[in-house]
Antibody, heavy 121, light 107 residues
């Protein structure tokens, strides 16, 4: 059974940093790209960024709203994807979800339960 | 970025009703369209990918159609567990973008 479990959320002050983790199981983690999405309270879904599999260079892409502040990485030996968030703003407050990214095959087919990040002074 | 427009934004329906939700893309996206269901406090769940293919384990009462710019999600016979918010999403090009959601409520 595919499972994705996010961790690392919490309350943080504006300008500070936070690192989220996404621990995967039930599939060959290294074969897949991984994406992060977020959902602000009461709002819709927003793509944050993704990291390709090592077979495709392990490169990353980001939404304009987080580019230069957020960094996605992966540790295939541990089946974990990370979202490093720096220079946090109040508008980054959201539930953050990691997803398995199967691209044009089946899209974003599995999602974690989410972790809440609150940016407030 | 590709804009996704869903309609209606909300609807009230009864158990057993047939429900249809539409989604329009601001430019052609071939069939790279997914539908998600989200219940309060829960993560989105993928229902349909490639406009009309059911994800594994999703019941056949859900169906999708369309190509290019216009798409529909149909629930053939609404059940109590189907009351939720539904989102369409294009993944033809980055960034993947979502419609604003359709909240399906009990009449």
């Amino acid at each position: 059974e595919v499972q994705l479990v996010e961790s690392g959320g919490g309350l943080v002050k504006p300008g500070r940093s936070l690192r989220l983790s996404c621990t995967a199981s039930g599939f060959t983690f290294g074969d897949y790209a991984m994406s992060w999405f977020r959902q602000a309270p009461g709002k819709g879904l927003e793509w944050v960024g993704f990291i390709r599999s090592k077979a495709y260079g392990g490169t990353t892409e980001y939404a304009a709203s987080v580019k230069g502040r957020f960094t996605i990485s992966r540790d295939d030996s541990k089946s974990i994807a990370y979202l490093q968030m720096n220079s946090l703003k109040t508008e980054d407050t959201a539930v953050y979800y990691c997803t398995r990214d199967d691209g044009y095959n089946t899209g974003f087919d599995y999602w974690g339960q989410g972790t809440l990040v609150t940016v407030s002074s | 970025d590709i804009q996704m427009t869903q309609s209606p934004s909300s609807l009230s329906a009864s158990v057993g009703d047939r429900v249809t939700i539409t989604c329009r893309a601001s430019q052609g996206i071939s069939n790279y369209l997914a539908w998600f269901q989200q219940k309060p406090g829960k993560a989105p769940k993928s229902l349909i990918y490639a406009a009309s293919s059911l994800q594994s384990g999703v019941p056949s009462k859900f169906s999708g159609s369309g190509s290019g710019t216009d798409f529909t999600l149909t629930i053939s016979s609404l059940q109590p567990e189907d009351f939720a918010t539904y989102y369409c999403q294009q993944y033809n090009s980055y960034p993947p973008t979502f419609g604003g959601g359709t909240k399906v409520e009990i009449k």
